[in-house]
């Protein structure tokens, strides 16, 4: 088994203003970062109205579908700009991150990384916001869950922002484990340390939020040392990644200071984790990084160390 590379060449197709960071380039940056290794052959495919509904409200749904329609320029719910594509490219982003989980809980591979746009992480129930419209992480973890009776699922969350959308979807849900590492104080204002769950989800929420500065010893010390714990009695079935490399240094939109190899280390101690938990089953979906040339540089050192423990 190798390592899956999706990435849907319609995400160029979500084009917002001039000057925005979370531009179409983006998607080339990331695929440049594969150093020509072949794309995954998947056929592309839209999420279901279904498949969206695991996390999102019929509402919120039948509200964003006509804000693309009108041609508004930014969602209603919130700040998430958008172009006459967003809704449908939206759609196949998701569809992406599910063809990532059905390849590797298949076993047709060992783990996967999908390059989407627009990202998702910030996206709650009913509100789109901070770039996007669907957490496609989130959706991708209720799939399996429900396709595939996975029991317990990990999201590590290293994005220079928090999850808030992801953490907001979870945070009741004992069947999901959140962990975020993020700049504080920073956009969009949550991600508190208290912040830990609630009813039977509580304390399958952790937070580390970092101050500005922050770098390896921060950040791979938080995974090493809060979340690896965690995981001896969570012991989830698949680990799901957002992988956002806002995170590294000299990145326009965060004032963290993770290296390539800094990356390549926390994929490393989350690959291990999935070997000695969950098969080895990773699914990584790119979140944020707006650095064209960091971007590169940054996928290529996490998808070298995704392959690196692949057969």
């Known amino acids: 088994m190798a390592t899956a590379f999706l990435a849907d060449p319609i995400a160029k197709e979500h084009v917002v203003p ?26 592309p495919r839209e999420a279901t109205e279904e498949e969206l509904l695991l996390c999102h409200t019929a509402s919120y749904l039948e509200t964003a579908a006509r804000d693309v329609r009108a041609g508004r320029a930014t969602l209603s719910t919130g700040d998430t700009d958008i172009g006459p594509r967003s809704w449908e490219v939206a759609l196949r982003a998701v569809g992406t991150c599910l063809t990532g989980v059905d390849l590797v809980m298949e076993g047709r591979a060992e783990n996967a990384f999908c390059i989407v746009r627009p990202p998702g ?74 912040e830990r769950g609630e009813d039977t989800g509580y304390q399958t929420t952790l937070n580390c939020p970092l101050p500005a500065g922050s770098g390896r010893d ?16 969570y012991r989830p ?65 996490h998808t070298k160390a995704l392959r690196a423990g692949t057969l």
Not at 218 to 233: C, N, V, Y
Request: charged share 25%.
């Open 18 to 43: 001039n000057g925005h960071p979370e531009r179409p380039r983006r998607w080339d940056a990331a695929v440049r970062g594969l150093g020509g290794a072949p794309l995954t052959e998947a056929a």
């Open 121 to 194: 992480h910030h996206a709650t129930s009913d509100r789109g916001m901070g770039f996007c419209l669907f957490n496609n992480i989130a959706i991708a973890a209720r799939y399996a869950r429900r396709k595939y009776g996975v029991d317990r699922v990990l999201i590590a969350d290293w994005d220079v922002h928090h999850g808030n959308g992801t953490q907001d979807i979870f945070y009741a849900d004992p069947s999901v484990y959140f962990f975020s590492t993020h700049q504080s104080p920073w956009y969009p204002g949550t991600g508190d340390a208290r």
């Open 218 to 233: 921060e950040i791979l010390g938080a995974f090493q040392k809060k979340l690896l714990p965690e995981m001896e009695s």
């Open 237 to 301: 079935d698949l680990i799901l990644i957002s992988a956002g490399f806002d995170s590294r240094n000299g990145d326009p939109l965060g004032r963290f200071l993770l290296s390539d190899a800094d990356f390549a280390e926390l994929t490393t101690l989350l690959r291990e984790a999935a070997d000695k938990y969950s098969k080895g089953r990773v699914v990584s979906v790119l979140e944020g990084g707006y650095s064209l040339a960091g971007l590169s540089l940054a996928v290529a050192a």
